[in-house]
């Protein structure tokens, strides 16, 4: 984990979003820094996407301020766009889609070449690094719909990882697939994090597969409930409040360990 945390590169200052007439955050304010790991968390409809949107620059808060590299979220331009890395929620590939590994991950260049440009030598060179450092490099040439799980969740950080971003957004990264695999992409997200210096926003379900990784833990329910080091945000109050009184908090290997009655909330 890397304590060394630089400025505020996002700064949500009494934003609220509201979504299909609803609110969907409520008066959020926050920081986060250059560098920090942070696991954004909180049960189905808390806003966690809805905070992602707001930093790419997709949904505009109604009250209050998102600021993003030092601009209003509304005024985000491609250029800062292209270092925002988005990992969206898994979806189902269609297995016979014609796209190799290498074709989805040239993708995360074309935010930074515009509509015109086609990918150049030093563009190609990216992706290689991103193939590379997401160990996808030697199952370049495979159609991505063959692929298992966690490999096309390793093609799609190398997307990302191929615009150069500061900012790296995960929305629910380890959905869907095995446990020995999750507990490999985390160890790759850990490894990315030190290597690059990234900004990663982790956003899950699972309190456990994140809390040993993160600098910072964020718990959402529309509005914000806590932000902290896990070893001083986990506390029984804090997850009560979020996710109802059928929730525990014991000790696993010297690490707070979260049992919550909703497997999906957990």
């Not at 925002?84 to 995360?108: H, S």
């Not at 799980?149 to 500061?166: D, E």
């Not at 957004?169 to 446990?179: F, N």
């Not at 040993?212 to 409930?225: G, M, Q, S």
Request: charged share 20%; glycine share 8%.
């Amino acid at each position: 984990m890397n304590s060394i945390l630089g400025k505020p590169i996002v700064r949500f200052s009494g934003a609220t979003f509201v979504y299909a007439d609803r609110v969907a955050l409520d008066k959020i304010t926050l920081d986060i820094s250059e560098g920090e790991f942070v696991g954004l968390i909180g049960p189905n409809g808390s806003g966690k996407t809805t905070f992602l949107k707001g930093i790419l620059g997709l949904i505009h808060p109604s009250e209050g301020i998102l600021q993003i590299f030092d601009c209003a979220c509304e005024q985000l331009r491609c250029h800062h766009r292209a270092r925002i890395g988005y990992l969206p929620q898994k979806e189902r590939t269609d297995p016979d889609y014609p796209i190799t590994a290498w074709e989805v991950a040239l993708m995360g260049r074309y935010g930074a070449l515009g509509l015109i440009r086609r990918p150049a030598q030093a563009d190609r060179e990216i992706v290689l690094e991103s193939l590379k450092a997401v160990d996808m490099l030697d199952r370049r040439d495979i159609p991505f719909g063959n692929l298992s799980g966690g490999q096309q969740q390793r093609v799609l950080i190398a997307r990302a990882l191929a615009q150069r971003p500061k900012i790296l957004l995960l929305d629910e990264p380890t959905s869907g697939i095995d446990a020995a695999t999750q507990h490999r992409l985390m160890d790759l997200i850990q490894q990315l994090h030190q290597t690059y210096r990234l900004t990663i926003l982790f956003v899950t379900h699972d309190i456990n597969i994140i809390s040993p990784l993160a600098n910072t833990l964020i718990f959402l329910k529309t509005r914000l409930y806590a932000k902290g080091p896990p070893e001083s945000v986990l506390c029984q109050e804090t997850l009560s409040l979020i996710y109802g009184k059928d929730v525990l908090l014991t000790q696993r290997e010297k690490m707070p360990y979260v049992i919550v009655s909703d497997t999906h909330a957990g």
